[in-house]
């Protein structure tokens, strides 16, 4: 029964068999290679995107950090919500990779609202060379609170910064669950509302280690004059997310476009949390997040929890656990791909002995 985390899943075969026929032989190196090659050119196919530039890289932090810098000066700020996974659980690698860039926390939990975003905005850039210049927009969606952004939300989110002149950038780790939940395509979801880099996640939706970084016009200018392509080639070497056999990255990800695999697990992972919700609601128990795609948090007395844990629930507590047996907790569970009906029905029996 193990909701710790998408993360915590493992590799679907279709992936380890890509991985094996790209282990044949030889292959350039550095990206150069045919496995990158089809992989960029399905990725540009599942994205209606036929000009865009498409990378790929072994991790969500590398993908934010090396994203953001593309599109943010270092005497820049970049406009988050407080509790985004740049801002929270990246170790400031959006502020090392971007050469010092600062992040502008945007109130309100995390979900931004366009109103609040705009004060957030207005906020900066005021004060000439005294202070940080206006910067990218960065939105999650799935957010860290396991709440869905609306194609309304998202498109006014994304107006809202072009109304400013500045780019967005979107933090898809769970890219794949929130196109399933709201029921739209990727294009949908990322360029046809505005937004201008897209990290199409891989590894929260069963990959071993892939992600990919979508730059939707490529030739627009950089802070340093060149492309954001060039940029973003040239921050990928220097930062030293360079693969020289870049074929392993790839290959992933070309499994995981083939077929809609991507759609298929995060279809699996959303029902596994639909049928969690809806068992938990029955039980009278609290759904935290207004929405959720694979990923809920519940409130239930602390010693329903430490029963749940003690029958071989894994999970993770969120915000502060209390000292009193009786007082509520807050669980977060997280589904993926491969979570069976059986670790459902069992813990749900579980809690259901617990209360």
Known sequence: MNFASDNASPVPPQVLEALTRAN?????????????????????????????AVYFLATGTAANALALATLCAPFQTVFCSEHAHIHEDECNAPEFYTGGAKLTLVAGGDVM?????????????????????????????????GNLYSLDQMRALCSMAKDYGLPVHLDGAR?????????????????????????????????????AVVIFDPDAPASSGFSRAQEFELRVKR????????????????????????????????????????????????IVNDSYANM?????????????????????????????????AIGRLVCSWSTTKTEITDFLAAVRSAL
């Open 175 to 211: 890219f794949a669950n929130a196109c399933i939940k709201l029921g739209c395509t990727p294009a949908e979801l990322s360029w046809k509302i505005g937004v201008d880099v897209l990290v199409f996640g891989g590894t929260k939706n069963g990959l071993m280690d892939a992600e």
């Open 113 to 145: 609202t366009p109103d609040i975003l705009r004060a957030a905005i207005e906020s900066q850039g005021n004060r000439g060379v005294m202070g940080p210049q206006r910067g990218p927009v960065s939105i999650t969606n799935v957010t860290e609170g």
């Open 239 to 286: 930062g030293g997310h360079l693969y020289s056999k870049h074929r392993y990255v790839a290959a992933q990800m070309l499994a995981y476009l083939q077929d809609d695999l991507w759609r298929d697990m995060a279809t699996r992972a959303n029902t596994s949390c639909d049928s969690l919700a809806e068992g938990l609601s029955a039980l009278g128990l609290d």
């Open 24 to 52: 044949t032989g030889y292959a350039a190196s550095y990206g150069t290679d045919d496995t990158t090659a089809e992989a960029a050119r399905l990725m540009r196919q599942t994205l209606e995107a036929p000009k865009a």
């Open 296 to 328: 809920l948090f519940f409130r239930a007395p602390l010693r329903v929890h430490e029963a749940a844990k003690a029958a071989g629930g894994v999970y993770h507590y969120w915000g502060q656990v209390p000292s009193d047996a009786d007082e509520p």
